[in-house]
């Protein structure tokens, strides 16, 4: 009995030491759980991305996220404040917030900012919602994010399409699908504080730094977010960003259409000027990289083609103003319409269209006139000028022996295949060097009165 009772106390003990030695690994488990998030400063990275949605902010946000995801950082945050966009390119920016495991967080900001029409979609697709304070959320109707007029029956289908799309988006992650479709449908708009009360936004927060404190804690794809603290790495744009976002405004495009006009023109009636030649090749280079990346009207290219032809045609019709009115006619429809498929707030203001016109209307009214007809006169200047001139022999010329003739108030060296004696009249046929060559006079041309 004794011997049983002494196994006994051995197993308890035995039994005791081992919960104790598991109960001590699972406390230095947690402790080291807690070591290696606290281990080393956290960090996230920021973009801010403004103005309209186009193929630049698509590879400024796909390079903010690379970098993000390289740097190992906590989430990319991306500032947004936008009024619209291109459909195009909000669809490729939501699909890079959706398919991506790397916690991303859309912050509306400053005071002030708002994320309309694709603003909407993209800040639905982020992992983490936030708005500042007295900002906006909505505003997500087709009509101004593809911009143009729209039949009955593809408005219905953009519409149904922009519904389902955006009903999508917040569904997966988890938001207010029913008020998503109606931002669409009827263009609702709503603030920050309605828009956290029906769960469309997760947080509002006053600044950067409270954004962190409120994400700070939160799971994201299996990830807790240390972001109490985290150093903000800020990814500008590069200057090839801010570059080809500067062309790709439809203002610069118009501008761009203008030089590249002025340009070829200008170099086709005065050859060899060099410059405007190469800024104009330079300038169409251009649109026509604006023209791949922007929906761009077709029928308004058109129109400044046949703008450019009238203004032309003008320089050879005696129309009297005609046709140079029907082209500044032509070229404000066609500046007109060439940006009328872009939302409404990337359409060209009159503020640049009247003026381009005025401007353009002149400059083909002006120089393209007098320098087309210029090409058709007859030569004024150099010894090209002389060609078809009259002279006087002053040395007698034989067919292989040269001699001389006189004309303005020059001897000039002579040769003929004909044989001319002193005091004889010919014609200057061309120059080979500084020898003229001459040809007889006909019976017709010596009764004329002499030009010499």
């Keep these: 009995m ?5 196994i006994a106390a051995i197993l308890f003990l035995t039994g ?35 103005g309209t949605i186009g193929p630049t902010t698509t590879s400024y946000i796909e390079r903010g996220l690379r970098k993000s995801q390289e740097a190992n950082d906590e989430a990319l945050i991306i500032e947004l404040d936008t009024p619209g966009g291109l459909l195009d390119s909000t669809q490729d920016i939501v699909q890079m917030l959706l398919g991506t495991d790397h916690p991303t967080v859309v912050y509306v900001s400053p005071r002030g900012a708002n994320a309309g029409s694709a603003g909407t979609f993209i800040t639905l697709a982020a992992h983490v919602a936030a708005m500042a304070p007295a900002t906006n959320i909505g505003a997500a109707s087709p009509v101004s994010m593809g911009g143009g007029e729209m039949d009955t029956v593809a408005q219905r289908k953009i519409f149904s399409f922009s519904e389902s799309y955006i009903e999508s988006i917040a569904e997966q992650r988890g938001r207010n699908a029913e008020w998503a479709k109606s931002a669409v449908r009827d263009g609702d708009a709503i603030t920050a504080s309605e828009a956290l009360e029906i769960n469309v936004i997760d947080l ?10 409120q994400i700070d804690g939160m799971e994201i794809e299996g990830k807790i977010l240390n972001t109490r603290g985290a150093s903000q790495n800020e990814i500008p744009q590069t200057l090839a960003e801010i570059f080809f976002s500067f062309i790709l405004r439809p203002e610069v495009m118009l501008i761009l259409t203008l030089v590249a006009i002025y340009g070829i023109i200008g ?16 300038a169409l280079i251009l649109l026509l990289y604006g023209v791949a990346a922007m929906p761009i009207n077709l029928a308004g290219f058109l129109l400044i083609g046949l703008a450019i032809i009238l203004f032309v045609a003008e320089a050879f019709t005696p129309a009297f103003g005609l046709l140079i009115t029907g082209g500044a006619v032509s ?24 003026p ?6 002149a400059f083909f009214a002006w120089i393209v006139t007098y320098g087309v007809k210029s090409l058709f006169n007859p030569v004024r200047t150099g010894l090209e000028s002389t060609v078809g001139k009259r002279a006087e022999v002053t040395d007698a010329i034989l067919p292989n022996q040269p001699g001389r003739v006189f004309f303005d108030g020059e001897y000039w060296r002579a040769e003929s295949e004909v044989p001319l004696n002193e005091g004889d009249h ?5 120059f080979k060097g500084l020898t003229a060559i001459v040809i007889p006079l006909t019976k017709e041309q010596t009764e004329e009165p002499s030009d010499g």
């Design 2 to 6: 004794n011997r049983n009772l002494l």
């Design 16 to 50: 005791t030491a081992f919960v104790l030695q598991d109960e001590q690994a699972d406390t230095v488990s947690a402790d080291t759980t807690v070591a290696e998030r606290s281990e080393g400063p956290s960090s996230v990275s920021v973009i801010r991305v403004e």
């Design 204 to 213: 509002i927060a006053e600044d950067r730094m409270d954004l962190l404190e």
């Design 267 to 282: 170099e086709v009636t005065n050859p060899g000027g060099i410059v405007p030649g190469v800024a104009g090749v330079i």
């Design 331 to 354: 070229f404000f429809l066609g500046a007109l319409m060439l940006f009328q498929d872009l939302p409404e707030e990337m359409q060209v203001s009159m503020y640049w269209l009247i």
């Design 356 to 361: 381009a016109t005025l401007v353009t209307a």
């Design 426 to 430: 010919c014609t200057i046929k061309e």
